[in-house]
C-alpha cells in the first residue's frame, strides 16, 4: 500500500507557484493564491465571504452579516448590515448556511433578475419572517446542492424534512384568513414549491416516469401543483402595484415580450400542424388544440437560447389547463405530441427543469410509440422530440427539430 502511495505521489506532483505575501487573509487560510485584487479579491467574491486584508473583519465572515450566541443559535440573522428590522425566528447555524448559499447561489437560478441587490434583499427579508418560505427556500437549497453533486441520487432527508414542514405550514396559513402583508411571501412560497416539484424526481428511467409510470397516473403531479397557483394568482395578485414580484413581470415583458401566439397567421404555420391539429377546420373558442399548437409553433421557431428556457416553461404551462389540461390527463395522442415538443425544449433549460423534462419527455415519446404506432403523423412529427431527447449530446449544438420532419 505504501508502494502504491509513493508511487502516485511521483506521478501527480504538486505544481509550485509563486507565493502571494500580499494576499487576502481568506486566501492564505484556505492556502490558496490570492489575485490581490481591491477592494476585494476574485477568489472571495466567488466564494461569496468578505476579503479581508483588513485584519479587523473576521476569516471567512459571509458577505450577508449574521451574529451568533454561544451556544450555536443564531438569536439574530440580517441579510445585510443596513437591512431593516431582525427576524423574531430563531437559527440554527445550520439554517443560516444553507439560507446564505440560496441567497448567495440557488435563488438566482430560479427567478430572473433576482441577482440585483434590492430584489434579493426584499425576497430574503420575506424568508426571514415567515417560516412557511424559510421551510421551502432551504429545501430547494437541498435540491441544488444534491444536483451540483457528481452523483445526485435521490432524495435527502434534509431537503423531505424542510420540504413536508413548509407544505404543512403553507397549507395553514392558506386556510386561515390572508393578512395582506403575507401576500408577497405566499406567492414567493407557491413559485418555489413548483421548482421543488420540477426538481424532485424520483423516476431513474422513462419507464418511471409520466405518462408510463402508473398507466392510470391522470398528470404528471408538478401539473397538478401549478393548477393550484393558478388558484393562489386570484389570491394575492402578485402583479398589484406594491408587490415586490411585480418587478419580476416587467422583467419579464423587457427580456420576452409577452407575444401572443395564438394571432399566428395560419400561412406561416406548417401545413402539417394546421391539418393534424384542425387550425382552419374548427372555430377557435371550440378548438382544446388551437392555443396550445400555436404556442408550441411560436416556442419552437423562436431562436433557441439557454436563458428563454423559463420563459418556454411558463409560456406553454399556462395552456396546460381548461379543456387542453383534461386532454393532457387522457393522455391525448394529439396533446402528449405537443407535450413532447415542449419537454424537448426545455432540455437544455436550468438545473430544475433538466432532469424532470429528459425523463418525462422520453417517457412520452415512448408512449406514443407503444400506444399510437399507427398514426403516421404523429410518428413523423414525433421524430424531432426524439432527435433532441433521445440523441442530442449536451455539448452540442441547438438543432432546428422541425427540420427533421417538416
Given amino acids: ?26 486566501c492564505k487560510l484556505r492556502r490558496v493564491k490570492c489575485d490581490e485584487g481591491k477592494p476585494e479579491c476574485n477568489k472571495c467574491l466567488g466564494l461569496g465571504v468578505c476579503c479581508n486584508y483588513d485584519s479587523t473583519i473576521p476569516d471567512l465572515q459571509p458577505r450577508y452579516a449574521m451574529s451568533q450566541s454561544l451556544n450555536g443559535k443564531v438569536q439574530s440573522y ?6 431593516g428590522q431582525a427576524p ?33 434583499i426584499q425576497f430574503h427579508q420575506l424568508i426571514l ?24 441520487g435521490r432524495r435527502t432527508a434534509e431537503e423531505i424534512y424542510h420540504w413536508t414542514k413548509g407544505i404543512s405550514l403553507f397549507n395553514q396559513k392558506l386556510s386561515s384568513n390572508i393578512n395582506p402583508a403575507d401576500r408577497d411571501a405566499i406567492w414567493g412560497a407557491a413559485s418555489v414549491l413548483i421548482v421543488i416539484m420540477m426538481a ?29 397557483k393558478h388558484a393562489i394568482w386570484s389570491l394575492v395578485q ?13 422583467h419579464m415583458d423587457k427580456i420576452f415580450p409577452v407575444t401572443s401566439f395564438a394571432d399566428t397567421p395560419l400561412e406561416e404555420v406548417w401545413p402539417v400542424f394546421i391539418k393534424l391539429f384542425e387550425l382552419d377546420s374548427r372555430l377557435r373558442e371550440d378548438n382544446a388544440y388551437y392555443i396550445p399548437a400555436l404556442t408550441i409553433h411560436g416556442l419552437i421557431t423562436a431562436e433557441p437560447r439557454p436563458e428563454r428556457t423559463r420563459w418556454v416553461f411558463f409560456q406553454f404551462s399556462e395552456n396546460i389547463k381548461g379543456e387542453f389540461g383534461r386532454l393532457v390527463s387522457k393522455k391525448d395522442p394529439r396533446a402528449l405530441l405537443l407535450m413532447a415538443f415542449w419537454y424537448s425544449r426545455l432540455r437544455k433549460g436550468d438545473w430544475w427543469l433538466r432532469r424532470r ?3 418525462e419527455g422520453q417517457a412520452t415519446c415512448l408512449y406514443l410509440e ?17 432527435e433532441i431527447l433521445f440523441r442530442y449530446e449536451d455539448g452540442e449544438q441547438d438543432k432546428d427539430i422541425f427540420g427533421l420532419v417538416i
Avoid at 430560479?110 to 441587490?117: A, E, H, I, N
Avoid at 419572517?129 to 445526485?152: C, D, E, G, W
Wanted: hydrophobic share 35%.
Fill in 1 to 26: 500500500m505504501q508502494d502504491i502511495v509513493m508511487q502516485g505521489a511521483n506521478i501527480r506532483k504538486r505544481r509550485t507557484h509563486k507565493k502571494s505575501r500580499a494576499g487576502c487573509g481568506n
Fill in 78 to 83: 440580517n441579510t445585510w448590515m443596513h437591512s
Fill in 88 to 120: 423574531t425566528l430563531e437559527f440554527t447555524l445550520k439554517d443560516v448556511e444553507s439560507l446564505e448559499i440560496f441567497q448567495i447561489r440557488t435563488m438566482i437560478t430560479l427567478m430572473p433578475s433576482m441577482d440585483r441587490v434590492d430584489n434579493n
Fill in 129 to 152: 419572517k415567515h417560516m412557511f418560505l424559510r421551510h421551502v427556500a432551504q429545501s430547494v437549497t437541498f435540491i441544488h446542492n444534491r444536483y451540483l453533486s457528481s452523483k445526485p
Fill in 200 to 228: 424532485s424526481v424520483e423516476g431513474s428511467s422513462p419507464e418511471e416516469s409520466w405518462p408510463l409510470q402508473g398507466f392510470m397516473a391522470a398528470e404528471p403531479e408538478w401539473l397538478t401543483m401549478s393548477h393550484g
Fill in 238 to 250: 402578485p402583479d398589484r402595484p406594491d408587490s415586490i414580484w411585480r418587478f419580476l413581470f416587467e
Fill in 357 to 359: 423534462a429528459l425523463l
Fill in 370 to 386: 407503444r400506444y399510437h404506432a399507427y398514426d403516421k403523423v404523429i410518428q413523423q412529427l414525433l421524430e424531432g422530440p426524439k
